[in-house]
């Protein structure tokens, strides 16, 4: 799969939610989870995130890629 789009697993970071999401969670190097996933998904992810799928997760992990590589602040200081 990762070879067909031209990355590899180590650079990418993936969101699930769902048994199906295990073995992609598993081969990536950021795996995470909505609050809402299933217990087995919570289990295989690095990161669980507060917010439940379409609620607001996805925003929660940008928030959080984006200050853990310390450029939150340059998001917000656009004039």
């Given at each position: ?6 990355c590899?697993p180590e ?69």
């Open positions: 799969m990762f070879d067909t789009i031209g590899r650079h990418v970071c993936y969101i699930g939610d769902d048994l199906p999401d295990i073995a992609v969670m598993k081969r990536v190097a950021l795996a995470v989870s909505p609050a809402d996933a299933a217990t087995d998904a919570r289990e295989a992810a690095h990161w669980v995130l507060q917010k439940q799928g379409g609620h607001g997760a996805v925003r929660e992990l940008v928030e959080r890629l984006l200050r853990a590589k310390g450029v939150w602040q340059d998001h917000l200081d656009v004039a």
